[in-house]
């Protein structure tokens, strides 16, 4: 299947602080990108819906202005949490998907966020 | 509004086989996916079905009833390394992803 990477892995951060999340596809071109998050024990929350060369769209209740998408090219999105708090402490994914075809959506390994 | 039901937890031993259902409500339909999740790891893709039957990939099969608003991921032969959660999602006519809570699967020797 395609291969979609993440970075960093972990994350542990002060409170206050912004931190960057890298998702990339690796062995193709996703024009549209998304961002995910997970609380323990918990279903898949889907934050964003990251698009090329414009901007994302938020899920309802999600800040945009506190969790920042860019997606500047064809193979990478980042996402930023800005002014990180305790309670943004999550597993935060990113998929792609494969722009033709049955419309799959691949996942990267994630990110684990401790905010302290 | 639109849902995604499958059982909480299952329980199975090891080269056994078990069935996890997915009833889904959604505005349209374009699939219905399956994806595998171990704790602490994203999600891996498992299967897509958007054609009424059977679909079969190794010991994992997919299912398929349009009409009902039912699937159902098969699990033959067993191993513990498939304990895991396994995740029902629906893509709607909008294209977006509507997840299920997934089915915590617990492998027993």
């Known amino acids: 299947g395609a291969v979609v990477s993440q970075h960093p892995s972990w994350v542990i951060c002060k409170s206050g602080t912004s931190v960057k999340i890298e998702c990339r596809s690796l062995?193709?071109?996703?024009?549209?990108m998304f961002w995910y998050r997970q609380f323990p024990k918990q279903s898949l929350m889907l934050m964003a819906t990251?698009?090329?060369?414009?901007?994302?769209?938020?899920e309802q209740g999600v800040e945009k202005d506190k969790f920042l998408i860019n997606h500047a090219s064809l193979t990478l999105s980042t996402l930023t949490v800005t002014s990180a708090h305790p309670e943004d402490s999550s597993f935060y994914i990113c998929?792609?998907?494969?722009?033709?075809?049955?419309?799959?959506?691949?996942f990267g390994p994630g990110t684990r966020l401790l905010v302290l | 509004g639109q849902n995604i039901d499958q059982p909480t937890e299952m329980t199975a031993t090891e080269g056994a086989i078990v069935q996890i259902n997915c009833t889904y409500q959604?505005?349209?339909?374009?699939?219905l996916f399956w994806y595998q999740q171990h704790a602490g790891e994203a999600p891996t893709f498992l299967s897509y079905?958007?054609l009424d039957g059977l679909e079969e990939k190794g010991r994992f099969s997919s299912f398929l009833s349009r009409s009902k608003g039912y699937s159902y991921l098969l699990l033959k032969e067993l191993q513990m390394k498939d304990s895991a959660s396994y995740l029902c999602?629906?893509?709607?006519?909008?294209?977006?992803?509507?997840w299920g809570a997934g089915t915590k699967l617990i492998i027993k020797p």
């Open positions: 998929s792609a998907r494969i722009p033709t075809g049955q419309e799959t959506q691949y």
């Open positions: 062995d193709f071109q996703a024009t549209t």
């Open positions: 990251s698009n090329e060369g414009s901007k994302a769209t938020y």
């Open positions: 959604t505005s349209g339909f374009n699939g």
């Open positions: 079905n958007v």
């Open positions: 999602a629906v893509m709607d006519s909008n294209y977006q992803l509507i």
